[in-house]
Protein backbone atom coordinates (compact mmCIF):
# COMPACT_ATOMS: atom_id res chain seq x y z
CA UNK A 1 0.00 0.00 0.00
CA UNK A 2 3.00 2.24 0.41
CA UNK A 3 4.10 4.28 -2.18
CA UNK A 4 8.34 5.58 -2.22
CA UNK A 5 9.26 9.13 -2.77
CA UNK A 6 12.31 10.82 -4.19
CA UNK A 7 14.27 9.99 -1.26
CA UNK A 8 13.40 6.14 -1.24
CA UNK A 9 11.05 6.60 2.19
CA UNK A 10 7.89 4.98 2.37
CA UNK A 11 4.74 7.38 2.28
CA UNK A 12 1.51 6.31 4.32
CA UNK A 13 -1.34 6.76 1.94
CA UNK A 14 -4.37 8.47 3.71
CA UNK A 15 -7.76 9.75 2.51
CA UNK A 16 -9.58 12.51 4.85
CA UNK A 17 -13.54 12.42 4.63
CA UNK A 18 -15.11 16.34 4.74
CA UNK A 19 -18.07 17.97 3.97
CA UNK A 20 -20.66 15.59 3.92
CA UNK A 21 -24.34 16.95 3.61
CA UNK A 22 -25.29 17.63 7.16
CA UNK A 23 -25.66 20.96 8.21
CA UNK A 24 -22.16 21.72 9.82
CA UNK A 25 -21.10 20.87 5.93
CA UNK A 26 -19.05 23.98 5.63
CA UNK A 27 -17.47 24.05 9.22
CA UNK A 28 -16.40 20.28 8.04
CA UNK A 29 -14.62 21.66 4.68
CA UNK A 30 -13.14 24.08 6.73
CA UNK A 31 -11.58 21.46 9.35
CA UNK A 32 -11.07 18.94 6.61
CA UNK A 33 -8.93 21.39 4.25
CA UNK A 34 -6.73 22.57 7.35
CA UNK A 35 -6.19 18.79 8.17
CA UNK A 36 -5.22 18.00 4.86
CA UNK A 37 -2.67 20.96 4.75
CA UNK A 38 -1.23 19.35 8.03
CA UNK A 39 -0.65 16.09 6.34
CA UNK A 40 1.22 17.23 3.41
CA UNK A 41 3.06 18.92 5.54
CA UNK A 42 3.85 16.08 7.57
CA UNK A 43 4.58 13.99 4.80
CA UNK A 44 1.85 11.87 4.04
CA UNK A 45 -0.02 10.79 0.64
CA UNK A 46 -3.25 12.50 1.17
CA UNK A 47 -6.28 12.45 -0.88
CA UNK A 48 -9.37 14.27 -0.03
CA UNK A 49 -12.99 12.75 -0.25
CA UNK A 50 -16.23 14.66 0.00
CA UNK A 51 -18.98 12.37 -0.18
CA UNK A 52 -21.72 14.59 -1.41
CA UNK A 53 -19.64 14.97 -4.52
CA UNK A 54 -17.53 11.57 -4.59
CA UNK A 55 -18.96 8.09 -4.55
CA UNK A 56 -17.52 7.07 -1.14
CA UNK A 57 -16.94 3.01 -2.05
CA UNK A 58 -15.71 3.65 -4.97
CA UNK A 59 -12.99 6.51 -4.02
CA UNK A 60 -11.80 4.90 -1.24
CA UNK A 61 -11.15 1.66 -3.17
CA UNK A 62 -9.65 3.73 -6.15
CA UNK A 63 -7.56 5.59 -3.14
CA UNK A 64 -6.71 2.38 -0.86
CA UNK A 65 -5.58 4.52 2.24
CA UNK A 66 -4.02 3.09 5.16
CA UNK A 67 -6.10 5.23 7.21
CA UNK A 68 -8.87 7.80 6.97
CA UNK A 69 -8.81 10.86 9.10
CA UNK A 70 -12.75 11.64 9.56
CA UNK A 71 -13.07 15.57 9.40
CA UNK A 72 -17.09 14.73 9.37
CA UNK A 73 -19.17 17.31 11.46
CA UNK A 74 -22.84 16.19 12.87
CA UNK A 75 -25.21 13.38 11.20
CA UNK A 76 -23.27 11.03 8.58
CA UNK A 77 -20.21 11.67 10.08
CA UNK A 78 -20.09 11.60 13.91
CA UNK A 79 -22.92 9.67 14.56
CA UNK A 80 -21.27 6.34 14.01
CA UNK A 81 -22.37 5.99 10.25
CA UNK A 82 -19.52 6.30 8.65
CA UNK A 83 -17.48 4.23 11.43
CA UNK A 84 -19.61 1.38 10.71
CA UNK A 85 -19.03 1.59 6.79
CA UNK A 86 -15.34 1.84 6.97
CA UNK A 87 -15.15 -0.74 9.65
CA UNK A 88 -17.22 -3.04 6.87
CA UNK A 89 -14.14 -2.05 4.56
CA UNK A 90 -11.43 -2.96 6.84
CA UNK A 91 -10.04 0.01 6.97
CA UNK A 92 -8.76 1.87 10.07
CA UNK A 93 -9.56 5.84 10.64
CA UNK A 94 -9.44 8.40 13.19
CA UNK A 95 -11.75 8.91 16.35
CA UNK A 96 -14.22 6.75 18.38
CA UNK A 97 -15.97 3.44 17.31
CA UNK A 98 -19.20 3.07 16.02
CA UNK A 99 -21.24 2.66 19.18
CA UNK A 100 -19.49 5.47 21.25
CA UNK A 101 -19.55 7.67 18.28
CA UNK A 102 -23.68 7.07 18.41
CA UNK A 103 -23.83 7.89 21.92
CA UNK A 104 -22.24 11.13 21.73
CA UNK A 105 -23.82 12.17 19.00
CA UNK A 106 -26.98 12.48 20.56
CA UNK A 107 -27.39 14.45 24.16
CA UNK A 108 -30.29 13.38 25.13
CA UNK A 109 -28.58 9.42 25.05
CA UNK A 110 -25.42 11.01 26.48
CA UNK A 111 -26.67 13.23 29.38
CA UNK A 112 -29.02 9.93 30.29
CA UNK A 113 -26.24 7.37 30.24
CA UNK A 114 -24.40 10.51 32.33
CA UNK A 115 -26.99 10.47 34.58
CA UNK A 116 -26.63 6.93 35.28
CA UNK A 117 -23.16 7.34 36.43
CA UNK A 118 -23.61 10.23 38.38
CA UNK A 119 -21.96 12.83 36.18
CA UNK A 120 -23.66 15.95 37.04
CA UNK A 121 -25.55 17.55 34.32
CA UNK A 122 -27.91 19.92 33.85
CA UNK A 123 -31.69 19.18 34.69
CA UNK A 124 -33.91 18.29 31.26
CA UNK A 125 -36.92 16.79 29.72
CA UNK A 126 -38.00 15.89 26.46
CA UNK A 127 -40.72 16.75 24.15
CA UNK A 128 -41.85 14.44 21.20
CA UNK A 129 -42.40 16.24 17.45
CA UNK A 130 -46.37 14.24 18.08
CA UNK A 131 -46.60 14.91 21.65
CA UNK A 132 -45.71 18.94 21.17
CA UNK A 133 -48.55 19.15 18.29
CA UNK A 134 -50.89 17.41 20.92
CA UNK A 135 -50.46 20.39 23.93
CA UNK A 136 -50.64 23.86 23.96
CA UNK A 137 -47.68 26.19 24.65
CA UNK A 138 -48.94 27.03 28.07
CA UNK A 139 -48.74 23.13 29.32
CA UNK A 140 -45.17 23.30 28.06
CA UNK A 141 -44.56 26.35 29.75
CA UNK A 142 -46.47 25.06 32.98
CA UNK A 143 -44.13 21.71 32.89
CA UNK A 144 -41.04 23.96 32.53
CA UNK A 145 -41.54 26.27 35.59
CA UNK A 146 -42.62 22.81 37.79
CA UNK A 147 -39.37 21.41 36.35
CA UNK A 148 -36.72 23.66 36.98
CA UNK A 149 -38.16 27.23 35.19
CA UNK A 150 -36.64 29.46 32.77
CA UNK A 151 -34.15 30.41 31.06
CA UNK A 152 -33.91 27.33 29.37
CA UNK A 153 -32.66 25.66 25.82
CA UNK A 154 -34.35 24.42 23.52
CA UNK A 155 -31.87 21.66 21.56
CA UNK A 156 -32.00 19.34 18.64
CA UNK A 157 -29.92 16.62 20.51
CA UNK A 158 -28.13 15.89 17.14
CA UNK A 159 -27.00 18.82 15.71
CA UNK A 160 -23.30 20.43 16.77
CA UNK A 161 -21.53 23.76 16.50
CA UNK A 162 -24.32 25.05 18.53
CA UNK A 163 -26.81 24.83 15.53
CA UNK A 164 -30.44 23.69 16.29
CA UNK A 165 -29.90 25.04 20.11
CA UNK A 166 -32.40 28.14 21.15
CA UNK A 167 -32.35 30.38 24.25
CA UNK A 168 -35.38 31.20 26.22
CA UNK A 169 -35.93 33.98 28.68
CA UNK A 170 -39.45 34.46 30.57
CA UNK A 171 -38.16 37.96 30.89
CA UNK A 172 -38.44 38.21 26.99
CA UNK A 173 -42.07 39.76 25.96
CA UNK A 174 -41.96 37.67 23.46
CA UNK A 175 -40.85 34.80 25.34
CA UNK A 176 -43.93 32.02 24.37
CA UNK A 177 -43.83 32.97 20.49
CA UNK A 178 -39.85 32.43 20.39
CA UNK A 179 -40.68 29.13 22.17
CA UNK A 180 -43.08 28.37 19.69
CA UNK A 181 -40.57 29.05 17.23
CA UNK A 182 -37.79 27.00 18.46
CA UNK A 183 -39.90 23.76 18.24
CA UNK A 184 -41.01 24.39 14.69
CA UNK A 185 -37.62 25.06 13.73
CA UNK A 186 -36.29 22.49 15.71
CA UNK A 187 -38.29 19.81 14.92
CA UNK A 188 -37.52 20.51 11.21
CA UNK A 189 -34.22 18.94 12.31
CA UNK A 190 -35.24 16.32 14.35
CA UNK A 191 -38.40 14.51 15.54
CA UNK A 192 -37.37 14.62 19.51
CA UNK A 193 -36.36 17.72 21.48
CA UNK A 194 -34.24 18.56 25.02
CA UNK A 195 -35.89 20.98 26.65
CA UNK A 196 -32.48 21.86 29.04
CA UNK A 197 -32.15 23.99 32.21
CA UNK A 198 -30.13 27.15 31.49
CA UNK A 199 -27.13 27.33 33.73
CA UNK A 200 -26.68 30.95 35.16
CA UNK A 201 -24.37 32.45 35.63
CA UNK A 202 -22.25 30.25 34.98
CA UNK A 203 -18.87 29.95 33.49
CA UNK A 204 -18.10 27.82 30.17
CA UNK A 205 -15.35 25.77 29.85
CA UNK A 206 -13.99 22.98 27.39
CA UNK A 207 -11.34 20.15 27.95
CA UNK A 208 -9.92 18.46 25.01
CA UNK A 209 -9.11 14.38 25.74
CA UNK A 210 -6.13 12.53 23.68
CA UNK A 211 -5.89 8.63 24.26
CA UNK A 212 -7.33 5.43 23.36
CA UNK A 213 -6.66 3.21 26.09
CA UNK A 214 -5.85 5.68 28.24
CA UNK A 215 -7.02 9.34 28.26
CA UNK A 216 -5.20 12.45 29.00
CA UNK A 217 -7.20 15.95 29.08
CA UNK A 218 -5.80 18.60 28.04
CA UNK A 219 -5.61 22.12 29.48
CA UNK A 220 -9.35 23.83 30.61
CA UNK A 221 -10.04 26.27 28.19
CA UNK A 222 -12.58 29.16 29.38
CA UNK A 223 -14.74 30.60 26.52
CA UNK A 224 -15.48 34.26 26.55
CA UNK A 225 -18.18 35.97 24.08
CA UNK A 226 -19.36 39.49 23.17
CA UNK A 227 -22.63 38.26 22.90
CA UNK A 228 -23.03 36.22 26.10
CA UNK A 229 -23.98 33.19 24.49
CA UNK A 230 -21.30 30.91 22.79
CA UNK A 231 -23.62 31.03 19.53
CA UNK A 232 -22.16 29.76 15.66
CA UNK A 233 -22.00 33.56 15.02
CA UNK A 234 -19.41 33.38 18.49
CA UNK A 235 -17.67 30.23 17.31
CA UNK A 236 -16.67 31.42 14.11
CA UNK A 237 -16.44 35.24 13.95
CA UNK A 238 -12.95 36.48 14.72
CA UNK A 239 -13.47 38.67 18.08
CA UNK A 240 -16.63 37.34 18.63
CA UNK A 241 -15.23 35.12 21.36
CA UNK A 242 -11.82 34.55 23.66
CA UNK A 243 -10.10 31.97 24.75
CA UNK A 244 -8.52 32.09 28.36
CA UNK A 245 -6.11 28.83 28.90
CA UNK A 246 -6.34 27.59 31.47
CA UNK A 247 -9.59 28.38 32.79
CA UNK A 248 -9.58 31.57 35.61
CA UNK A 249 -11.23 28.90 37.94
CA UNK A 250 -9.73 27.63 41.37
CA UNK A 251 -6.91 25.41 40.84
CA UNK A 252 -8.90 22.58 42.51
CA UNK A 253 -12.29 22.92 40.03
CA UNK A 254 -9.92 22.76 37.02
CA UNK A 255 -8.31 19.72 38.23
CA UNK A 256 -11.68 17.87 39.27
CA UNK A 257 -12.98 19.46 35.70
CA UNK A 258 -9.99 17.30 34.06
CA UNK A 259 -10.81 14.08 35.73
CA UNK A 260 -14.58 14.49 35.16
CA UNK A 261 -13.80 14.68 31.52
CA UNK A 262 -11.42 11.76 31.41
CA UNK A 263 -13.84 9.83 33.31
CA UNK A 264 -16.52 10.53 30.57
CA UNK A 265 -14.15 9.92 28.12
CA UNK A 266 -13.93 6.11 29.56
CA UNK A 267 -17.38 5.38 30.28
CA UNK A 268 -18.41 6.27 26.79
CA UNK A 269 -15.89 4.30 25.33
CA UNK A 270 -14.51 6.96 23.22
CA UNK A 271 -10.54 6.99 21.65
CA UNK A 272 -8.51 9.23 20.19
CA UNK A 273 -9.61 12.48 20.45
CA UNK A 274 -12.80 14.01 21.54
CA UNK A 275 -13.84 17.75 23.53
CA UNK A 276 -15.89 17.52 26.16
CA UNK A 277 -17.54 21.17 27.26
CA UNK A 278 -18.86 22.01 30.80
CA UNK A 279 -21.16 24.68 32.86
CA UNK A 280 -19.38 25.80 35.87
CA UNK A 281 -21.46 27.36 38.76
CA UNK A 282 -19.31 27.57 42.43
CA UNK A 283 -18.64 24.04 42.87
CA UNK A 284 -20.41 22.30 40.44
CA UNK A 285 -19.25 21.39 37.18
CA UNK A 286 -21.72 20.22 34.90
CA UNK A 287 -21.30 18.09 31.54
CA UNK A 288 -23.64 19.77 28.65
CA UNK A 289 -21.63 17.82 25.75
CA UNK A 290 -18.84 15.63 24.33
CA UNK A 291 -17.90 16.26 20.78
CA UNK A 292 -16.04 13.13 18.80
CA UNK A 293 -15.00 14.93 15.87
CA UNK A 294 -14.36 18.29 17.49
CA UNK A 295 -13.41 21.15 14.99
CA UNK A 296 -10.16 21.75 13.34
CA UNK A 297 -10.52 24.95 12.19
CA UNK A 298 -8.01 28.00 13.00
CA UNK A 299 -10.54 28.71 15.64
CA UNK A 300 -10.81 25.59 17.22
CA UNK A 301 -11.03 24.91 20.70
CA UNK A 302 -8.72 21.46 21.01
CA UNK A 303 -6.10 22.56 18.93
CA UNK A 304 -5.65 25.98 20.75
CA UNK A 305 -5.54 23.85 24.05
CA UNK A 306 -2.69 21.29 22.47
CA UNK A 307 -0.68 24.54 21.60
CA UNK A 308 -0.85 25.63 25.06
CA UNK A 309 1.20 22.44 25.88
CA UNK A 310 3.38 22.72 23.14
CA UNK A 311 1.60 20.04 20.80
CA UNK A 312 1.53 22.13 17.47
CA UNK A 313 -1.32 21.64 14.92
CA UNK A 314 0.91 18.99 12.50
CA UNK A 315 1.99 17.32 15.78
CA UNK A 316 -1.32 17.11 16.72
CA UNK A 317 -3.03 15.38 13.65
CA UNK A 318 0.44 13.02 13.28
CA UNK A 319 -0.64 11.51 16.89
CA UNK A 320 -4.57 11.31 15.66
CA UNK A 321 -3.44 9.66 12.60
CA UNK A 322 -0.94 7.15 14.83
CA UNK A 323 -3.51 6.68 17.03
CA UNK A 324 -6.09 5.55 14.60
CA UNK A 325 -3.15 2.82 14.01
CA UNK A 326 -2.89 1.23 17.23
CA UNK A 327 -0.35 3.57 18.93
CA UNK A 328 -0.79 5.16 22.26
CA UNK A 329 -0.66 9.21 22.64
CA UNK A 330 2.72 9.66 24.39
CA UNK A 331 1.58 10.31 27.76
CA UNK A 332 4.92 10.48 29.80
CA UNK A 333 6.19 13.34 27.45
CA UNK A 334 3.23 15.45 28.44
CA UNK A 335 2.78 14.14 32.10
CA UNK A 336 4.12 17.97 33.56
CA UNK A 337 0.55 19.20 32.32
CA UNK A 338 -1.64 16.60 33.58
CA UNK A 339 -2.30 18.68 36.55
CA UNK A 340 -3.01 22.66 36.61
CA UNK A 341 -1.00 24.59 38.89
Not at 40 to 46: A, K, M
Not at 94 to 106: I, Y
Request: proline residues 4%.
Amino acid sequence: MKTINNEGKNIMKLAVILGGTSTEREISLKSGEAIYNSLIRNGYDVEKIDPQNDNLYLKLKEVNPESVFIALHGLGGEDGSIQGFLEQLNIPYTGSRVLASSLCMNKIYTQTIMKAHNIPIPDFFTIKNNNYHEKNIEDIVLKIENSFGFPVLVKAPSQGSTLGIYFINKEDVSYESQLNNAFNLGFELESELMIEKMITPSDEITIGILGNEKAFPLPTLEITTVSGYYDFDSKYTKGMCEHIIPARLPEDIRNKAKELAVKIYEILGCRGFARADFMVKGEDILLIDINTIPGFTEMSLLPDAAAHIGISFDELTDFIVKMSLGMEFPHEKYKDFLYEK
